[in-house]
């Protein structure tokens, strides 16, 4: 096709304008250059922080292969837990010519637990505790083991423990967080009689049966009284103790209704001196405890009775009992009152029976913390010491 003259010519004058409007665009060879040094600087940088990111990601991975070659089923059988109590106490002493009156805050317990399942048919168990918050000079302080020992399942319904464990007697000795009871100091039959906290070295053989059942049988270290007479003095938890006589323990306990428990426990041992005295000594102890609540009211009660074959002193009967009915206004306030009566020297005609009456409060802002506070009244025989006045304690269990 042959073009006109005009349209070439407007064709030329367009060809001719794009060349020179490209030529202007066109970046020079310095620019060029420069460009391609900016370019590769920038890549430069890519390449650092692609670098470190790899350096992060295997980094987390070397965490992530350590976590992992810990089982994550050995974490979970393994169990931390604990329990605590502060005492405020504001006691005056009542005896003519008596010790001084106690006005004193203590952080009497602080203990802690650390379990541990290895199967399904074995596990372990501890009890640390660090007592009066330190220990320097004659304040009394300790750091003790409660409970160190292994169970072992032999049938759904029988077990076996070998090891440090808590005497199957009482209802606080092997129950005794502060927020399961009434009053801010243990109660002066399960402290002086039983004695809670006692703690011996031994097998138990544990079992159940039928509506409720269960016992407890026991062979374990037992007392050392060659160098004392009450048998709360006797207690040698566990620390370098003579061996030469175990103690027997027997427990039968009925559980079959829903908020009652119905217990009894036998012990006896043939030799409460541990061979160290010419004479053995041979101690009995029957204990029973009931415990009812029905709705918001409840009662506990307890008897115990030491029988030691020196008669030679009043020890011989070491004898003690308390009855503590209980109202819960709600699920946060609890009201009490407690009559204890024992007596350590029970086996002569001695004045020697000491009498105590508690009444007092808890307050549970949530169930494993509680708050606490009560007075206390005592009747003491002649010449002892006589505490009246107030206790207010603070209490957790985790």
């Known amino acids: 096709m042959k073009l006109s003259k005009p349209l070439s010519a407007l064709i030329g004058s367009l060809l001719i304008s794009s060349t020179a409007i490209a030529a202007t665009n066109t970046p020079s060879l310095e620019e060029m250059w420069n460009l391609i040094q900016q370019q590769q600087q920038e890549i430069q940088t890519l390449k650092a922080s692609l670098n470190q990111t790899r350096n992060e990601v295997e980094a987390s991975a070397d965490i992530i292969d350590e976590i992992s070659t810990v089982s994550p089923t050995t974490v979970s059988k393994t169990q931390v837990g604990g329990y605590g109590e502060l005492h405020y106490n504001s006691l005056t002493n009542q005896a003519v010519g008596g010790g001084d009156n106690k006005n004193t805050v203590d ?10 399942q290895f199967n ?6 501890s009890e640390l505790e660090v007592e009066h918050a330190m220990i320097e000079g004659a304040t009394g302080g300790a750091v003790e083991m409660e409970q160190a020992f292994l169970e072992f399942d032999i049938s759904p319904e029988t ?21 399961t009871f009434y009053g801010t100091e243990r109660n002066p039959i399960e402290k002086n009689i039983i004695p809670t906290t006692w703690r011996e070295a031994g097998a ?21 009284l060659s160098a004392a007479n009450t048998v709360r003095s006797g207690r040698t938890n566990v620390s ?7 103690l027997f323990s027997g427990r039968i306990k009925w559980a079959g209704w829903k908020g009652v428990e119905l217990a009894s426990t036998l ?19 029957w204990e029973t405890h009931a415990v009812v609540q029905r709705g918001p009211y409840s009662l506990r009660a307890l008897y115990a009775d030491w029988n030691l074959s020196d008669k030679t002193s009043g020890y011989d009967r070491q004898t003690g009992w308390y009855i503590e009915p209980s109202y819960k206004i709600n699920s946060q306030w609890g009201l009490f009152t407690r009559y204890n009566r024992w007596d350590n020297q029970a086996g002569d005609s001695t004045d020697s029976v000491y009498k105590q009456l508690d009444i007092g409060a808890n ?13 206390q009244n005592q009747k003491t025989p002649t010449g002892k010491d006589e505490y009246d006045g107030v206790n207010v304690g603070l209490g957790y269990q985790f």
């Open 107 to 116: 952080l009497h317990r602080f203990v802690m637990f650390l379990n541990h």
């Open 120 to 125: 399904d048919k074995i596990r372990f168990f």
């Open 159 to 179: 077990r076996i423990r070998a090891g440090m464990q808590l005497i199957p007697v009482g209802i606080i000795n092997e129950t005794h967080e502060p927020n």
């Open 204 to 224: 138990m053989l544990k079992g159940r049966w039928g509506a409720g059942w269960s016992y407890d049988l026991a062979y374990t270290s037992g007392l050392d």
């Open 240 to 246: 370098n103790a003579p061996a030469k006589s175990g």
């Open 267 to 285: 012990m006896y041992q043939d030799d409460y001196n541990q061979g160290q005295l010419a004479s053995k000594g041979q101690a009995r102890l």
């Open 363 to 375: 307050y549970w802002p949530h169930k494993d913390v509680v708050v606490k506070i009560d007075y």
